[in-house]
């Protein structure tokens, strides 16, 4: 079976990518009304946030897909944690069980093992997609995810964070936010927010930065700290 290509990952994310950012722009021109723009603003940041998950989800699965030999080894040493607490078992599989190696995975299997239940994994931060790739991945693909800079990193979090704030509007996600805002990493993007809080994500989106608005300069070095991982 044709193996999933991470770079054909890639070009429909930065498509996606694209088709949002120039929706976005032409629904700003069209409206006029400020509370217009904030609405299109949250829709256009909260739709990068879905289809960041997606690529990153589809992008573990393809690095997996290439070389699978870590998900075997990561199986077959979860399979004998669980029998340490069964010593009759344990003693059982290692006298006459044999755990079965494949050098590759069809896609089918693969999908089995990491995303059993047909749903992407949300991750709540940069670190736990470091976490995920480190689990599932070979060291050279996980370099992949390890290599981006800290202010990379700290865009990804800050586009999920955003995310959950547009998604949820609770009192958690918006102090996640706001722990996110005030990251040294983020103050050369003109992202970093000053002394007072965030209140509502969509007016701090909307404001006017660098020729276009901050949710435009978010799009755009989201779109290069991703382009980072697969380049």
């Known amino acids: 079976?044709?193996?999933?290509?991470?770079?054909?990952?890639?070009?429909?994310?930065?498509?996606?990518?694209?088709?949002?950012?120039?929706?976005?722009?032409?629904?700003?021109?069209?409206?006029?009304?400020?509370?217009?723009?904030?609405?299109?603003?949250?829709?256009?940041?909260?739709?990068?946030?879905?289809?960041?998950?997606?690529?990153?989800?589809?992008l573990i699965f393809a690095y997996a897909n290439r070389d699978c030999s870590r998900v075997m080894q990561h199986?077959?040493?979860?399979?004998?944690?669980?029998?340490?607490?069964?010593?009759?078992?344990?003693?059982?599989?290692?006298?006459?069980?044999?755990?079965?190696?494949?050098?590759?995975?069809?896609?089918?299997?693969?999908?089995?093992v990491l995303d059993p239940s047909g749903r992407n994994t949300s991750f709540p931060t940069y670190f736990a997609i470091e976490s995920r790739a480190q689990q599932w991945l070979t060291a050279a693909h996980v370099d992949r995810f390890t290599r981006l800079t800290a202010q990379q990193k700290a865009i990804i979090d800050l586009t999920i964070a955003f995310r959950n704030n547009l998604a949820h509007r609770s009192k958690s996600s918006l102090d996640r936010l706001n722990e996110i805002l005030v990251l040294g990493a983020l103050h050369p993007t003109g992202l970093r927010r000053g002394v007072n809080r965030v209140q509502q994500a969509g007016h701090y989106l909307k404001s006017q930065m660098n020729g276009g608005t901050r949710a435009t300069v978010l799009g755009g070095l989201l779109r290069a700290a991703s382009y980072e991982i697969v380049r």
Not at 102 to 109: A, C, G, I, S, Y
């Open 75 to 112: 199986l077959e040493t979860s399979v004998r944690e669980a029998l340490q607490s069964n010593q009759k078992a344990a003693a059982a599989f290692e006298n006459f069980a044999e755990f079965k190696s494949q050098r590759h995975l069809t896609k089918d299997e693969l999908k089995n």
């Open 1 to 58: 079976m044709r193996k999933i290509d991470p770079e054909g990952v890639w070009n429909d994310f930065a498509d996606q990518l694209l088709e949002q950012a120039q929706f976005y722009n032409s629904s700003w021109d069209a409206l006029t009304a400020a509370q217009d723009r904030k609405i299109a603003t949250e829709n256009y940041i909260l739709t990068l946030g879905v289809l960041f998950e997606g690529f990153i989800n589809d």
